[in-house]
């Protein structure tokens, strides 16, 4: 069974002996190098043979010391690339904060509300009703909640 996967850390639990997990890029399968390096030997031992498409590489657990460092050395780019796009991101957004562009979300309850669900919260009415009349999840609840204590 050719199996192509998309998906991030987790490999699905049905892959068995004499399967082919195509993956398109080692940073999709691992966030680090000790996930990935994890991940292919688990599945290599399982008889699963793995293939990375942007890399180049073909993992089936027969490998030679060469195949090996291969894995360490573009697992570890693909790691170190994944730290600079999220650093480039938090710089980002720190400038977008400053200029004024990055204000988050916009709140889920006007003042008006918050005030009532204060209220209402403490003369005892049950939280979850309270989230579920006002739209939020019972954690939007709590948050509020906590923002007057």
């Known amino acids: 069974m050719l199996l192509i996967y998309e998906g991030i850390l987790t490999v699905p639990p049905f892959v068995r002996e004499g399967d082919t997990v195509v993956v398109h890029s080692m940073?999709?399968?691992a966030r680090n190098l000790d996930d990935l390096r994890r991940l292919v030997q688990q599945l290599t031992k399982r008889?699963?043979?793995i293939e990375f498409v942007k890399e180049c590489l073909t993992f089936t657990g027969e490998d030679s010391p060469m195949a090996n460092l291969l894995l360490s050395v573009m697992g570890a780019f693909a790691e170190f690339e994944r730290a600079l796009i999220r650093e480039r991101q938090r710089e980002g957004i720190a400038l977008a904060k400053q200029r004024g562009a990055?204000?988050?979300r916009k709140k889920a309850l006007s003042t008006e509300q918050v005030a009532e669900l204060q209220s209402r919260?403490?003369?005892g009415e049950q939280k979850a009703k309270l989230a579920r009349e006002y739209g939020i999840s019972r954690?939007?609840?709590y948050q509020y909640l906590k923002t007057t204590e």
Do not use: C, I, P
Request: proline share 0%.
């Open 47 to 49: 008889g699963v043979r």
């Open 102 to 104: 990055y204000r988050g």
């Open 27 to 29: 940073d999709r399968l």
């Open 121 to 123: 919260a403490s003369a």
């Open 139 to 141: 954690e939007t609840l």
